[in-house]
């Protein structure tokens, strides 16, 4: 199975970028967009100056729990920059989501609250909800991560969307939001509980 394949088995298929999309950015943008390839894992990120997206992380099922996603997390964590990324809220029926879920906490992500993020999926034509969560080595507050999400969105999501999809994603702002005041529990937090 190659790197597409494992990615496109795992995630779904609304969070899923065409492998056309992909090797677009490994070729067009390979100052910033990178595959971490090995034969029990595949990760996607886009490192920027100040901060990083991790696009996709796959581990086999015959490493998981054995520290690989622990030793690729710390590698990126070595270039001192934020981390961010995007997950599904749990889905107590899927045991993957918590799963991932747990692994982000324990490696110490916060989830970015005030950050609303809801992108309608080229691929089902439904409104896909995702939560941020993020590292930082310098404790960046969420208005940064936020501004940070809105450069990742545009340089690396819509990358060439019409010419790959025959349309364009929505705009960053349609799909970002910003409120401090946004209520809504802690992904983490609703995790602990159902445990």
């Known amino acids: ?29 390979s100052d910033v967009y990178y595959k971490d390839e090995g034969s029990e894992h595949v990760l996607m990120y886009a490192e920027f100056k100040e901060f990083i997206f991790i696009d996709y992380l796959y581990v086999a099922p015959s490493a998981r729990g054995k ?20 997950v599904e809220q749990v889905d107590y029926q899927d045991s993957d989501t918590s799963k991932r879920l747990n692994f982000y906490q324990r490696e110490g992500f916060k989830h970015a609250k005030s950050i609303g993020y809801n ?3 080229l691929a089902t034509d439904q409104d ?12 960046a507050d969420e208005e940064k991560i936020y501004a940070q999400m809105h450069r990742m969105y545009e ?41």
């Not at 896909?128 to 404790?139: A, C, G």
């Open 128 to 139: 896909s909800p995702l939560e941020i969560l993020f590292w930082s080595p310098t404790n």
């Open 67 to 86: 520290g690989l996603g622990h030793q690729l997390i710390e590698k990126l964590k070595g270039k001192e920059k934020s981390i961010i990324l995007e």
């Open 1 to 29: 199975m190659n790197w597409f394949e494992k990615l496109n088995e795992y995630f779904p298929v609304e969070e899923m970028k065409s492998k056309e999309h992909m090797e677009l950015l490994l070729e067009e943008k």
């Open 155 to 195: 340089d690396i999501h819509t990358y060439k969307d019409e010419q790959l999809y025959g349309q364009s994603y929505q705009e960053a702002e349609e799909v970002l939001s910003f409120d401090q005041s946004r209520d809504v529990e802690d992904i983490f937090e609703g995790l602990k509980e159902k445990q």
């Open 119 to 121: 992108r309608r999926s």
